[in-house]
């Protein structure tokens, strides 16, 4: 029967409470929305309990800083002062932003395309006051469209049914949340069984499902197409490692990383990655950048170069886009000490911030892509006298114009790779200097400055190793900059506790969740195996410590401790656990892999069988989706070999500094290497407040024991499960002797 009360009377506006309440908030995407007549709420007890108070449902709008149909949507919806009231007088609107609030994302994605059988940003999902999903979609235009209602249609459906059938309302929200309850259930991993035993024929077939659907242009599937960044680490782990099907994975790998590397996904300009393209072909991107999709691509690309390429995608090739990248991660994420500045020049980035705008603001108009895109009167302007080029056909080479078309009425990304092959020597390297200078005089897209400690420690991995690889020690110097910042900013070393996401230099909101903790702790570990400095070994020991107490209960792993009761309620009352991965790679998988990292340093057979457990949900996943499973395919590789354990040690020089760079070369999966210090430990002093500052010395397991050669000479222990062959003392029989255990000899 029908249910009158508040959402009836539109008595709503003048309740005390009701205005818009983001502009405090610290978050950029929120705060894009302060400004709007809908009266937003951040997420939280209180908006629930105030929908609750007026007997309406809530409508909650995700998204985040950088999504260019998130703009579209507030434009034409959020900022209409009519949808406004409507909105206003018969919901509750909630604003999340989906990169502090993953937890709040995923439970409502999953929801969502339940619903609606699609999912998406901007994320429209309909909720009881509990926190039940009932109704869900994705971008509602202003105007019905052929197969969308208007979001005005949806928003008066929405109530109807709530006025008129809030009973079979109610029930159908019970009945999603416990079926997703059940799947929360289905995908638990029990942590107290035996491991799973790493199948090697599971790993061969996997990179046979993936075989069927590469594209010919590089990457799977169709569009819109996604930089496939686990998948990429999984097959250039597998490529190490001899198998039937190595030479398959390698070619995948080259395929895609080449087709990416030479595409207007690639920023040719400036070298960071687009979130995205549109197209099958990588020839237009959406062109947001995060923070996220860099840090995974400038690994993968990292540790190609560490295998050698191929002559489709050489090493040297995969060597500059990796120095490219890198640089511009430093040069445009980057955060002074302020956290709104560019890097410090003596201290280097203190964080990295998340993304930059897909769009552009030009004379107050959002135009996507416009600080990016090129015609050929804007390229001629900037070239034709420098250059000589004399025509608008040399011109237009520059880009990827397909047949006469362009991607808007600014232009069209710059896409060299397929243009310029053998037509115009030395070209592109003459004009990329010129176009980024007069690129740099136009509008700017935004950047979001708060930093996600998740991303940040996948950053720490990814220049830390860049720079060992590729012979940068200013990487290195920025990775250790941006763990001091995760230390002394996100970590509470007291409480064992890890800050999701800070703003200006300030932790702030929820707990870090399990993807937080394993990618921080990821970050730290490969961090000392290029340093030797065991203050960032003893902080990840610490971490993933916090981690097993925190997201470890009854037996069971979940992804999040937690943080609301509303996503709790949303699935079923049940913690929640995500075995896939997104756009990062799943909080499980990447437990699994620094858990095994971690057992390979400490010799813990107790974290080596949690790793196990995890990898057992790897079977049912792998046969039937890898596309999805890419970072346990990664982790199994590792697991299968070994990994290798280095131990190097003896005193520092030039001999010790060649064995050591050798090994961070190699292509060995999962390789963990430690390095001892020349009082033969493995400590440090540390800092004030750092974790091997605090009067207790830690020690690497893996060094235990471990000494130089008779003579004094470096050496290198090469173990498995803390078994170790006779030490070596030069690089060539260190680098046999490598390709001998991947050889499984």
């Known amino acids: 029967m029908p249910h009158p009360g508040p959402a009836d009377t539109g008595a709503s506006n003048s309740m005390p409470g009701a205005a818009n309440a983001l502009g405090t908030e610290p978050s950029a995407y929120l705060r894009q929305h302060a400004h709007n007549p809908v009266h937003w709420r951040p997420f939280g007890d209180e908006a629930f309990a105030f929908a609750a108070a007026r007997d309406v449902p809530v409508f909650l709008s995700i998204g985040y800083a950088a999504c260019h149909w998130c703009h579209v949507m507030a434009h034409e919806s959020f900022e209409d002062q009519d949808t406004a009231d409507y909105l206003n007088a018969h919901f509750v609107a909630i604003k999340v932003d989906r990169e502090e609030r993953p937890d709040v994302d995923a439970v409502y994605m999953a929801a969502t395309q339940a619903i609606s059988g699609q999912g998406g940003w901007p994320m429209s999902v309909f909720l009881t006051p509990e926190g039940l999903a009932f109704h869900a979609g994705t971008y509602f235009p202003p105007r019905p469209m052929p197969g969308s209602p208007s979001f005005r249609q949806v928003l008066e459906a929405v109530r109807e049914a709530w006025l008129e059938r809030r009973d079979a309302v109610e029930q159908n929200a019970r009945g999603l949340a416990a079926h997703m309850g059940e799947a929360q259930l289905a995908a638990a991993v029990a942590l107290d069984g035996p491991p799973a035993v790493v199948d090697p024929g599971l790993l061969s077939e996997a990179v046979r499902m993936l075989a069927r659907s590469e594209d010919p242009d590089g990457g799977f599937g169709g569009a819109p197409k996604f930089p496939p960044s686990a998948v990429l680490e999984f097959l250039v782990r597998h490529a190490a490692m ?362 813990s057979n107790e974290h080596r069988i949690m790793a196990g457990n995890i990898l057992g949900l790897l079977p049912p996943i792998a046969a039937r989706a890898p596309r999805v499973a890419g970072w346990l395919l990664a982790t199994a590789q590792a697991a299968l070999a070994g990994p290798v354990e280095a131990a190097v040690a003896g005193p520092d020089g030039p001999s010790r500094r060649g064995l050591h760079r050798a090994l961070l070369q190699s292509a060995s999966p999962g390789l963990v290497v430690a390095v001892q210090n020349d009082d033969g430990g493995a400590a440090d002093s540390g800092g004030a407040g750092s974790a091997a500052g605090t009067g207790a010395r830690r020690r690497v397991p893996l060094l235990a024991n471990r000494s130089a050669a008779a003579d004094g000479s470096p050496q290198v222990y090469l173990c498995r499960a803390m078994v170790c062959d006779r030490p070596l003392g030069t690089v060539p029989e260190l680098r046999e002797r490598l390709a001998a255990m991947a050889a499984g000899n």
Not at 294 to 315: C, D, I, K, M, P
Not at 486 to 503: D, F, G, M, P, Q
């Open 242 to 603: 001899p198998s039937d099907t190595a030479e398959a994975a390698s070619g995948m790998a080259a395929r895609t990383l080449a087709a990416m590397a030479r595409s207007a996904l690639r920023d040719q300009l400036d070298g960071g990655f687009a979130r995205y393209s549109v197209t099958d072909d990588w020839s237009v991107p959406h062109f947001e950048k995060m923070l996220y999709d860099n840090a995974q691509l400038l690994r993968v690309y990292t540790h190609w170069v560490r295998l050698g390429g191929t002559e489709v995608f050489s090493a040297g090739e995969a060597a500059q886009v990796a120095s490219r990248c890198a640089d511009w991660m430093v040069a445009s994420l980057g955060l002074g000490a302020a956290g709104d500045a560019g890097p410090d020049e003596v201290g280097g980035p203190q964080g990295l911030a998340s993304s930059l705008d897909a769009d552009t603001v030009v004379d107050g108009v959002h135009h996507e892509g416009a600080a990016y895109l090129w015609n050929p009167s804007s390229l001629g302007e900037v070239l034709d006298d420098v250059l000589g080029l004399g025509d608008t056909g040399a011109v237009a080479r520059l880009m990827n114009i397909r047949d006469a078309g362009t991607v808007s009425e600014l232009g069209s990304p710059l896409h060299p790779g397929r243009r310029l092959d053998g037509q115009e020597p030395g070209l592109w390297e003459r004009a990329r200097p010129l176009l980024l200078a007069a690129r740099a005089r136009r509008p700017q897209p935004a950047r979001d400055d708060k930093v996600v400690a998740g991303w940040n420690g996948l950053a720490v991995a990814a220049l830390a190793e860049a720079g060992a690889v590729l012979d940068g020690p200013g990487l290195v110097a920025a990775a250790a900059s941006v763990a001091g910042y995760l230390e002394r900013v996100h970590w509470n070393a007291e409480a064992k506790l890890l800050t999701r996401v800070s703003h200006g230099g300030a932790a702030r909101g929820i707990g870090g969740l399990l993807e937080d903790y394993a990618f921080c702790a990821e970050g730290f570990l490969a961090l000392y195996s290029v340093t030797g400095e065991a203050r960032w070994y003893a902080l990840a020991e610490d971490v993933i410590g916090a981690a097993c107490s925190r997201f470890v209960a009854e037996g069971r792993l979940t992804d999040s401790a937690g943080e609301s009761a509303q996503v709790f309620n949303a699935q079923g009352q049940h913690s929640g656990l995500d075995p896939f991965d997104g756009a990062t790679p799943g909080g499980a998988a990447a437990f699994a892999g620094v858990l095994l990292s971690y057992a390979a340093y400490s010799g």
